[in-house]
């Protein structure tokens, strides 16, 4: 009998110990929306400084607030599309920059980011203007009543070609930033989600 009260009690203090766990758990992942949250405002100009919002937080809580704040960031590092995605990606380099305090490694990797996405719309650019001429080429080649004359963009074979590029290009940057986004990540100590 003394041993099953003795497995009673041990089982209780391991729920014990699991449900302690789970609110310690409960309250880091608050912070970190919390970070999320600051830094989501800061992207839409709701915020000014990101760095002085984190120091304002308690000490032991900046962390879990920093991590919050990096992995909302460092979502808006996307491939630009256009211009607005352009500057939102820059601003969210520079945020990530601040956060990194002195670390060179951090800068470093954000100007990498920074690099990459400056790549990614002259690439684009070189390699649209690559095939319009292309299509043309071909279409002076043809007689002047089978479509010898006009926008190479209206060309059939222009939108399929355009779009096979494109894949192939976006994959081979978006590949390039993720692994810099796991190494920012990796030194924020996030887990890679």
């Known amino acids: 009998m003394a041993e099953i009260k003795s497995t009673m009690d041990m089982v209780l203090e391991r729920a014990a110990r699991m449900a302690a766990a ?7 992942e608050d912070l970190e929306k919390k970070g999320m949250r600051l830094a989501a405002e800061f992207l839409q100009g709701g915020r000014s400084d990101l760095l002085a919002d984190l120091q304002a937080e308690p000490a ?3 962390a879990a607030v920093r991590r919050g704040m990096a992995r909302t960031l460092l979502r808006n590092v ?6 607005q995605l352009q500057q939102g990606g ?3 380099l520079r945020a990530i920059s601040a956060l990194g305090g002195k670390s060179g490694d951090i800068d470093r990797i954000c100007q990498e980011l920074g690099q990459i996405l400056d790549q990614y719309g002259q690439h684009k ?3 649209t203007q690559q095939l319009e001429e292309a299509i ?3 279409m002076q080649q043809l007689p002047q009543g089978q479509g010898g004359q006009g ?3 209206m060309h ?4 399929e070609e355009l779009a096979r590029m494109l894949t192939s290009l976006n994959g081979q940057y978006t590949d390039a930033m993720d692994q810099r986004k796991e190494l920012l990540l990796n030194r924020f100590s996030l887990p890679t989600r």
């Not at 789970?22 to 880091?28: F, H, I, L, Q, R």
Request: proline share 9%; no cysteine.
């Open 156 to 159: 059939p074979q222009y939108r």
């Open 60 to 62: 032991g809580e900046q």
């Open 78 to 83: 996307v491939l630009p599309r256009d211009e």
């Open 151 to 153: 926008n190479p963009a």
């Open 125 to 127: 650019e070189q390699m």
């Open 136 to 138: 043309k080429g071909q």
């Open 22 to 28: 789970a609110s310690a758990d409960t309250g880091v």
């Open 90 to 92: 820059k601003l969210a």
